[in-house]
């Protein structure tokens, strides 16, 4: 499970505008957040700057834990 949609929320940007910050459709957005589609590194460095955090916060450690 990942965070994307938290932090997106968290900043108060649609899926349409993330997907517009970071250069892919809207639709890739929804697919992330939905757990249907692994995202590049790339892209996962995009989508963790743009959304003001680390790539460990966002894809892979649990939002409670230190």
């Known amino acids: 499970m990942n965070h994307v949609r938290e932090y997106r ?3 108060k ?7 517009q910050e ?6 890739t957005i929804n697919l992330i957040e939905n ?3 692994n ?3 790339d892209l996962c460095l995009k989508l963790a700057w743009t ?4 790539l ?5 450690r649990d ?3 230190s």
């Open 9 to 11: 929320r968290t900043l």
């Open 13 to 19: 940007l649609s899926q349409l505008a993330l997907a």
């Open 22 to 27: 970071v250069g892919v459709a809207r639709q």
């Open 35 to 37: 757990d249907k589609y």
């Open 39 to 41: 995202p590049s590194l």
């Open 51 to 54: 959304l003001q955090t680390d």
């Open 56 to 60: 460990n916060t966002l894809f892979w």
């Open 63 to 65: 939002k409670n834990e």
